[in-house]
C-alpha cells in the first residue's frame, strides 16, 4: 500500500511538472534575456548605430571597396562570419541585423520585405555608401533584388547564395522537427528550444556532420530573444499578405549588374531547380553559377573555406569602380 501511495505521488508530480512545461515558457521563463543574448553575439567588432527609429546592430570592417551584407530569415550578422574574416582584408565589409531578426530593435510593426528594404535605403543613406556590391543569402538575397532594382546607380555587383524570387515551397522536415514547429505555433509560441535549432539547422546542411556546436548556440540565442517571435510572425504574414502574391520577378529582370550565384544543390528549403530559375528571371544580368554538390542551404556556414574563395575570386574580378573608402571617411 505504502508503494502505491508512493507511485501515486511521483506519477502526480510528473503529471504536474509536464503541464507547468509549457506554462513556463509561455510566460517566457525559459527565454534568454536581450541583454544576455547582447553580451553573448555583440562582442567587439559590434556597435549600435540609431538609423532613424531603429536601433541597428552593425559590423564594419576592414579598408576597400565596400561590401554589403544581408543575411537570410531566421539568422543574422554572425551568418558571414567566416566570410568577412576572409574579405575584410581587401574590403570593407559591412554587415548588419535587419528585423524582425538578431538585435536590431524596430519599434515599428514589420510591413515585411518592404519594411527591410527601407531600412537598407535608410542605411546606406546615413553611412554615405555608394558603389558596392551587395553579398546577400536567401531572404536577404531577395532585399538585395529589390533594393537593386530600386537603386542602380548604387550597386556595382550582387552576390547571391541561393534567393526566392517568389513564394518558397515548403520545406520536407524530419517528423520531430515537424512535431516542435506543431508545438510552437499552437501551444508554446514564445519559445523553441536549443535541440530543435540542432535538429533542424542539420537537416538544412548537405553534410550534417559539418554543422557547428557555436552555430547552433547563437541561432538558439538570437531568435528566442523575448518578443523576437511575435515580430518575426508579423513579418511572414505581411509577406504572405501582400510580397509574395506578386515576389520580384519584375525586379530581377530589370537589373543589369554582374551577379554570382553560388547553390548548395542539397539545399530542401529552395531546391536546385530555383538556380535555373533565377538565372531566366535576371534575364538582363550577366551571371556566373556555382553548384556546391554536396552543401545545403547554407554554404557560408558549411563549408565557409571554398565557397568563400569563390565569392572573393568573383569580387576581385570586378572592374575598379569607387575609390576605397574605410569606416572613418564615411561616416
Same mark, same amino acid.
Given at each position: 500500500?505504502?508503494?502505491?501511495? +508512493?507511485?501515486?505521488?511521483?506519477?502526480?508530480?510528473?503529471?504536474?511538472?509536464?503541464?507547468?512545461?509549457?506554462?513556463?515558457?509561455?510566460?517566457?521563463?525559459?527565454?534568454?534575456?536581450?541583454?544576455?543574448?547582447?553580451?553573448?553575439?555583440?562582442?567587439?567588432?559590434?556597435?549600435?548605430?540609431?538609423?532613424?527609429?531603429?536601433?541597428?546592430?552593425?559590423?564594419?570592417?576592414?579598408?576597400?571597396?565596400?561590401?554589403?551584407?544581408?543575411?537570410?530569415?531566421?539568422?543574422?550578422?554572425?551568418?558571414?562570419?567566416?566570410?568577412?574574416?576572409?574579405?575584410? +582584408?581587401?574590403?570593407?565589409?559591412?554587415?548588419?541585423?535587419?528585423?524582425?531578426?538578431?538585435?536590431?530593435?524596430?519599434?515599428?510593426?514589420?510591413?515585411?520585405?518592404?519594411?527591410?528594404?527601407?531600412?537598407?535605403?535608410?542605411?546606406?543613406?546615413?553611412?554615405?555608401?555608394?558603389?558596392?556590391?551587395?553579398?546577400?543569402?536567401?531572404?536577404?538575397?531577395?532585399?538585395?533584388?529589390?533594393?537593386?532594382?530600386?537603386?542602380?546607380?548604387?550597386?556595382?555587383?550582387?552576390?547571391?547564395?541561393?534567393?526566392?524570387?517568389?513564394?518558397?515551397?515548403?520545406?520536407?522536415?524530419?517528423?520531430?522537427?515537424?512535431?516542435?514547429?506543431?508545438?510552437?505555433?499552437?501551444?508554446?509560441?514564445?519559445?523553441?528550444?536549443?535541440?530543435?535549432?540542432?535538429?533542424?539547422?542539420?537537416?538544412?546542411?548537405?553534410?550534417?556532420?559539418?554543422?557547428?556546436?557555436?552555430?547552433?548556440?547563437?541561432?538558439?540565442?538570437?531568435?528566442?530573444?523575448?518578443?523576437?517571435?511575435?515580430?518575426?510572425?508579423?513579418?511572414?504574414?505581411?509577406?504572405?499578405?501582400?510580397?509574395?502574391?506578386?515576389?520580384?520577378?519584375?525586379?530581377?529582370?530589370?537589373?543589369?549588374?554582374?551577379?554570382?550565384?553560388?547553390? +548548395?544543390?542539397?539545399?530542401?528549403?529552395?531546391?536546385?531547380?530555383?538556380?535555373?530559375?533565377?538565372?531566366?528571371?535576371?534575364?538582363?544580368?550577366?551571371?556566373?553559377?556555382?553548384?556546391?554538390?554536396?552543401?545545403?542551404?547554407?554554404?557560408?556556414?558549411?563549408?565557409?573555406?571554398?565557397? +568563400?574563395?569563390?565569392?572573393?575570386?568573383?569580387?576581385?574580378?570586378?572592374?575598379?569602380?569607387?575609390?576605397?573608402?574605410?569606416?572613418?571617411?564615411?561616416?
Amino acid at each position: 500500500m505504502g508503494f502505491s501511495r +508512493g507511485a501515486a505521488w511521483v506519477l502526480a508530480t510528473l503529471i504536474i511538472l509536464v503541464a507547468a512545461l509549457p506554462g513556463s515558457m509561455r510566460l517566457g521563463w525559459w527565454n534568454p534575456s536581450y541583454d544576455t543574448v547582447r553580451a553573448h553575439q555583440a562582442t567587439p567588432p559590434s556597435r549600435f548605430e540609431q538609423v532613424g527609429d531603429v536601433r541597428v546592430h552593425l559590423r564594419d570592417e576592414g579598408q576597400g571597396p565596400v561590401i554589403l551584407m544581408l543575411h537570410s530569415s531566421m539568422t543574422n550578422l554572425r551568418l558571414w562570419d567566416d566570410w568577412a574574416d576572409q574579405l575584410k +582584408g581587401s574590403y570593407r565589409v559591412i554587415r548588419f541585423d535587419w528585423p524582425p531578426y538578431g538585435l536590431t530593435i524596430d519599434p515599428t510593426p514589420s510591413q515585411g520585405m518592404p519594411s527591410a528594404v527601407a531600412l537598407v535605403e535608410r542605411f546606406v543613406d546615413q553611412f554615405k555608401l555608394d558603389r558596392f556590391v551587395i553579398v546577400a543569402s536567401s531572404s536577404g538575397a531577395t532585399v538585395a533584388t529589390l533594393y537593386t532594382a530600386r537603386h542602380p546607380e548604387k550597386v556595382r555587383a550582387l552576390a547571391l547564395s541561393t534567393l526566392p524570387l517568389k513564394a518558397p515551397p515548403p520545406t520536407p522536415v524530419s517528423w520531430f522537427v515537424s512535431a516542435v514547429q506543431w508545438l510552437h505555433l499552437n501551444v508554446v509560441p514564445n519559445y523553441n528550444p536549443e535541440i530543435f535549432y540542432r535538429e533542424s539547422l542539420a537537416q538544412l546542411y548537405g553534410r550534417p556532420e559539418r554543422l557547428k556546436p557555436e552555430t547552433v548556440r547563437w541561432y538558439y540565442e538570437t531568435n528566442n530573444v523575448p518578443g523576437g517571435f511575435a515580430r518575426v510572425m508579423r513579418y511572414l504574414e505581411a509577406n504572405q499578405r501582400t510580397f509574395w502574391k506578386t515576389g520580384a520577378g519584375d525586379e530581377a529582370a530589370a537589373i543589369r549588374v554582374p551577379i554570382l550565384l553560388q547553390w +548548395g544543390d542539397r539545399d530542401i528549403v529552395l531546391p536546385i531547380d530555383r538556380a535555373d530559375e533565377a538565372r531566366r528571371m535576371f534575364a538582363n544580368a550577366p551571371m556566373q553559377i556555382i553548384h556546391y554538390p554536396d552543401i545545403g542551404h547554407y554554404p557560408m556556414l558549411e563549408l565557409p573555406g571554398p565557397t +568563400g574563395l569563390d565569392l572573393k575570386a568573383f569580387l576581385d574580378t570586378l572592374p575598379a569602380d569607387a575609390p576605397p573608402a574605410g569606416p572613418e571617411t564615411a561616416r
